[in-house]
C-alpha cells in the first residue's frame, strides 16, 4: 500500500526542490536524501529486488555523467544528486524515453526562462531565476519524474 504513493511523494520532493532552486538558485542537501530514503523504502518492501539491481546500475551511471556535466557544464551538484535519486525509480524499459524527456523539457526550459528573464526578470528581483542568466535544472528533472510515473 505504501509503494503506491511513493511516485507522489517523490515528485512533492522535486517540486519543493525546483521551488527553492527557483527562489534561492540552490539545492538543499537533506532534500536531495529524501528520493534516496524512499528508495530504501521501497527496497526493503519490494518481493523482486532483481529489478532494482538495474535501477541501481542505471542511476550509477547518470551519477557518472551528472558528475561530467557538474565538472564541464556547469550543472550543480544538488541538480546531480536529484537526477541520481530520479534514476533509481526509473525502469529500465523507460531510460531512454526519460532521457529524451529529460532533453526535451530542458530546451523548452531553457526557451521558458530565458522569456521570463527578458519579460519581467531584474537584477534586484528577490527571485534567484529572474535576478541571474541561469536555468534550474530542478525543472527538467521535474518534468520528466512526472512523465515517467503519471505517462509513460
Given at each position: 500500500m505504501i509503494l503506491e504513493y511513493i511516485p507522489y511523494a517523490l515528485c512533492a520532493v522535486l517540486f519543493v526542490?525546483?521551488?527553492?532552486?527557483?527562489?534561492?538558485?540552490?539545492?538543499?542537501?537533506?532534500?536531495?536524501?529524501?528520493?534516496?530514503?524512499?528508495?530504501?523504502i521501497v527496497a526493503a518492501m519490494a518481493e523482486d529486488r532483481s529489478a532494482l539491481a538495474w535501477q541501481m546500475?542505471?542511476?550509477a551511471g547518470v551519477f557518472i555523467g551528472g558528475l561530467l556535466l557538474f565538472a564541464f557544464?556547469?550543472?550543480?551538484?544538488?541538480?546531480?544528486?536529484?537526477m541520481t535519486g530520479l534514476?533509481?525509480?526509473?525502469?529500465?524499459?523507460?531510460?531512454?524515453?526519460?532521457?529524451?524527456?529529460?532533453?526535451?523539457?530542458?530546451?523548452?526550459?531553457v526557451v521558458l526562462v530565458l522569456f521570463l528573464r527578458n519579460l519581467i526578470g531584474s537584477e534586484e528581483s528577490k527571485?534567484?531565476?529572474l535576478a541571474k542568466n541561469i536555468m534550474p535544472m530542478s525543472l527538467p528533472i521535474f518534468a520528466t519524474a512526472l512523465a515517467v510515473f503519471f505517462y509513460l
Open positions: 526542490a525546483f521551488v527553492l532552486e527557483l527562489r534561492t538558485g540552490k539545492i538543499p542537501n537533506w532534500l536531495t536524501l529524501l528520493p534516496f530514503l524512499l528508495f530504501i546500475a542505471l542511476a557544464a556547469g550543472f550543480g551538484a544538488g541538480a546531480v544528486k536529484l534514476a533509481l525509480f526509473i525502469p529500465l524499459s523507460k531510460a531512454v524515453m526519460a532521457l529524451v524527456v529529460f532533453i526535451a523539457s530542458l530546451f523548452v526550459g527571485w534567484h531565476v
